[in-house]
């Protein structure tokens, strides 16, 4: 049976045992857990006009299958994580490549030992080579911050060509912050490989679903106890009731149709929205999209091209690529970041993450900390940065934690 679709007008509420805010990964895992494991009935609430989130891809219009919200690539070393989207789809092998464009001289990223031989020439790369693995030892991977605090000339060298060639205008376009201004957590996501491994990823399972994402979650969400309404903002139908008028009351149950709901309610959307940036807006970059057609079978040499030195675009990606797919023309998508101030014509995609932002974060949760049946979950609900597999980790460890407390 396909994803049954209603209109949120018409349902009754008290038909569900638990609803879900959002059909990314972690809104659909979770419900697809509750409705087969629990044989709850599932109410998705979904305020964009299709299902799978960010994950969403279409055929475009001269027939190529693009990713509309930024490329996706599933990588993982979880098996229990890949076995269980094997339920619904096969997966194709994919292993993700991508270039630097360095003033029109690809680079290897990661940087590694390729990438180090390129920009520095092969007889002088021998000899950083090797303090690269007297200092952290072969095959390792090390942080840009790690590699400029070593006390060394040389070490010097390499960090100062990776930091102003790789990373600073890179990151200066990508989060509107010099990479010292961000936090560690996101620069150790693009390490310095000291290897000649030139894979993205190097996880155990890696792949793309064989007949795309959307195909994939309509498996993932056609189950007979899951309905899904779409282009619904949480904040719209959630009427929220407090313990006081203070501004920091919390909340004490949530209405749905005039009725207080007291199953499950898994929310995956922004938590400011949802309280109506009563303290301000969290602080995102988001992403605006610009796609070209070509009449060849690739433009590019590999599924991303990072441009690290010129344009304002931060990437270029080309799709078939990625989904092997097989035609006389491509599509490509340039990746432009902006600051996020408009949720109702922009789309949240990073957060900020520091200090100051994380306590703006906890202010807006712990609106939430005295409702039991209320369950934040993914990037935006908690406010940082996931992989897709971690995200399906947390649906599947909180749907059994839902169900343990039935």
């Known amino acids: 049976m396909p994803v049954q679709y209603r209109d949120y007008r018409h349902i009754a509420i008290g038909d569900y045992q638990a609803v879900v805010v959002g059909s990314g990964f972690a809104g659909s895992v979770v419900a697809r857990q509750l409705a087969e494991q629990g044989g709850m009935r599932v109410l998705i609430i979904e305020k964009r006009p299709h299902i799978g989130g960010n994950m969403y891809d279409e055929v475009d219009e001269a027939g190529i299958l693009v990713h509309r919200y930024g490329p996706h690539i599933f990588h993982t070393n979880n098996r229990e994580v890949f076995e269980y989207l094997l339920r619904f789809s096969e997966f194709i092998p994919y292993q993700h490549r991508v270039l630097a464009n360095w003033y029109g001289t690809y680079l290897p990223v990661p940087f590694n030992k390729t990438s180090l031989e390129i920009a520095f020439g092969m007889k002088r790369a021998l000899t950083l080579n090797d303090k690269l693995v007297d200092a952290f030892g072969e095959g390792r991977k090390v942080t840009i911050n790690e590699l400029r605090s070593q006390n060394d000339s040389e070490l010097s060298e390499i960090a100062d060509f990776v930091y102003r060639n790789v990373f600073l205008y890179y990151t200066q376009k990508q989060w509107g912050l010099t990479p010292d201004e961000v936090d560690p957590s996101v620069t150790a996501r693009v390490p310095v490989s000291i290897s000649r491994d030139d894979r993205y990823f190097q996880d155990a399972y890696q792949g793309m679903p064989k007949d795309g994402y959307t195909a994939l979650f309509e498996n993932l969400l056609d189950h007979e106890n899951i309905d899904v309404c779409l282009n619904?903002?949480?904040?719209?139908?959630?009427?929220?009731?407090?313990?006081?008028?203070?501004?920091?009351?919390?909340?004490?149950?949530?209405?749905?149709?005039?009725?207080?709901?007291?199953?499950?309610?898994?929310?995956?959307?922004?938590?400011?929205?949802?309280?109506?940036?009563?303290?301000?807006?969290?602080?995102?970059?988001?992403?605006?999209?610009?796609?070209?057609?070509?009449?060849?079978?690739?433009?590019?040499?590999?599924?991303?091209?990072?441009?690290?030195?010129?344009?304002?675009?931060?990437?270029?990606?080309?799709?078939?690529?990625?989904?092997?797919?097989?035609?006389?023309?491509?599509?490509?998508?340039?990746?432009?970041?902006?600051?996020?101030?408009?949720?109702?014509?922009?789309?949240?995609?990073?957060?900020?993450?520091?200090?100051?932002?994380?306590?703006?974060?906890?202010?807006?949760?712990?609106?939430?900390?005295?409702?039991?049946?209320?369950?934040?979950?993914?990037?935006?609900?908690?406010?940082?940065?996931?992989?897709?597999?971690?995200?399906?980790?947390?649906?599947?460890?909180?749907?059994?934690?839902?169900?343990?407390?039935?």
């Open 232 to 406: 619904i903002e949480a904040e719209s139908v959630f009427d929220l009731e407090f313990e006081s008028m203070a501004e920091d009351a919390k909340i004490s149950s949530i209405k749905l149709h005039d009725m207080p709901f007291e199953g499950p309610l898994v929310y995956t959307g922004p938590l400011d929205e949802l309280f109506l940036s009563r303290f301000g807006r969290l602080p995102y970059r988001s992403l605006d999209f610009v796609y070209e057609t070509f009449d060849a079978e690739r433009v590019l040499p590999c599924g991303t091209v990072n441009y690290t030195v010129t344009e304002d675009f931060t990437r270029i990606t080309e799709f078939k690529h990625m989904t092997g797919q097989k035609c006389a023309n491509t599509t490509i998508m340039k990746e432009y970041p902006r600051e996020y101030n408009d949720p109702k014509t922009q789309i949240p995609y990073y957060a900020i993450i520091n200090d100051e932002n994380n306590a703006h974060y906890e202010r807006y949760r712990a609106l939430t900390s005295h409702l039991p049946n209320f369950y934040p979950i993914g990037r935006l609900a908690e406010y940082r940065y996931y992989n897709m597999d971690t995200i399906i980790e947390l649906a599947l460890a909180t749907a059994r934690a839902i169900l343990d407390r039935q």
